[in-house]
């Protein structure tokens, strides 16, 4: 599909590839934007709950950059990149998102994020670290098992929100049809393309870098994906809201790994890259740091020398990255 894609990147050059690359990356946030509040408005039309809306589209919505970019790397036989893209937006979501967030101000957990959110984040990385070990990748089986994971966790999310629906929820307005079924045909349009976009263009930059698609995925997909997460985080820092920036980079560490790496492997087993385990490792190293930093002071937050120790960790997990590609 789009080999249109590859014909101009082998016509112009890396700037054309490097140009589709951006572009791909403006598609793929519009789409999702589009298509969460098309769905919405849909949804609301037809007397939805705001709390079921906000825990299915709109939590949906913020991880279809990354599941998009999966399914198309799958579809494209770039395997490496369908790994990559969420082990390196789950370890630029906690060293780069929550550290460079909390040295603008500290970050204060909710109990459920102690209890359940943080620990399951945390599960999610050591069972990819196991998949990596003893299977050599994530076998179908195994994408199985974290779809069924993902779906006990949404149960759980479920009820435990609706104990708590009466408080700071957020209100969606409903919309004419036409205008709901148009938003979704342009967010779906702009998430296809943009995400194949996307890798087409990361595989030809690594191809006439001489760098893997591993390598690729780990900084420049896995950063474009993390827009959404990047964005919401220092904007809910800048308003003092950073309960809110520690709930969604861990929301999306949890669904990244359960529900898109599930779907991912569902549809093709995942093969192990070269450089797997050290980033299973500090995907699943940052969770647990972060359980850590929240459970050891009395106000359980996530002061700014937290941050700057996950900042640390994280240039020289890059820099060993970078030196041994």
């Not at 979501?93 to 929550?98: E, M």
Request: aromatic share 10%; with cysteine; hydrophobic share 55%.
């Amino acid at each position: 599909m789009f080999d249109f894609l590859n014909t101009w990147m082998q016509t112009g050059g890396w700037w054309v590839a490097a140009a589709l690359l951006i572009v791909g990356f403006v598609l793929l946030v519009w789409g999702a934007d589009w298509l969460v509040d098309g769905a919405s408005g849909m949804a609301k039309r037809f007397h939805v709950s705001n709390l079921v809306i906000g825990l299915t589209i709109v939590a949906m919505g913020t991880s279809m950059p990354e599941l998009v970019v999966n399914l198309a790397s799958v579809g494209n036989g770039s395997t490496d990149l369908a790994i990559t893209n969420v082990l390196g937006s789950n370890i630029l979501n906690i060293f780069l998102i929550l550290g460079s967030t909390s040295l603008l101000y500290p970050i204060v957990s909710q109990t459920t994020s102690r209890k359940v959110d943080i620990p399951l984040a945390a599960m999610a990385g050591v069972l990819v670290l196991f998949f990596g070990l003893f299977c050599n990748g994530i076998p179908r089986w195994g994408g199985l098992l974290l779809l069924a994971i993902f779906v006990a966790f949404m149960v759980y999310t479920f009820r435990h929100a609706k104990d708590t629906e009466s408080t700071d929820e957020e209100t969606f307005r409903p919309m004419k049809v036409w205008k709901a079924i148009l938003l979704i045909l342009l967010g779906l349009t702009g998430l296809v393309l943009g995400g194949e976009m996307i890798v087409k263009s990361a595989v030809h930059i690594a191809q006439q870098a001489g760098v893997s698609e591993a390598l690729i995925g780990l900084t420049i997909v896995a950063l474009g994906t993390s827009l959404p997460e990047l964005a919401t985080s220092l904007i809910a820092a800048a308003k003092k809201n950073c309960d809110i920036a520690l709930g969604n980079v861990v929301g999306s560490n949890i669904f990244n790994v359960f529900m898109i790496l599930g779907c991912t492997a569902t549809v093709k087993p995942l093969p192990a890259y070269t450089g797997f385990i050290l980033d299973s490792i500090m995907a699943a190293l940052g969770c647990v740091l972060v359980w850590i930093f929240v459970m050891t002071n009395k106000r359980h937050r996530i002061c700014w020398w937290h941050g700057a120790i996950l900042l640390i960790i994280y240039g020289g997990y890059l820099g060993w990255r970078l030196v041994t590609a």
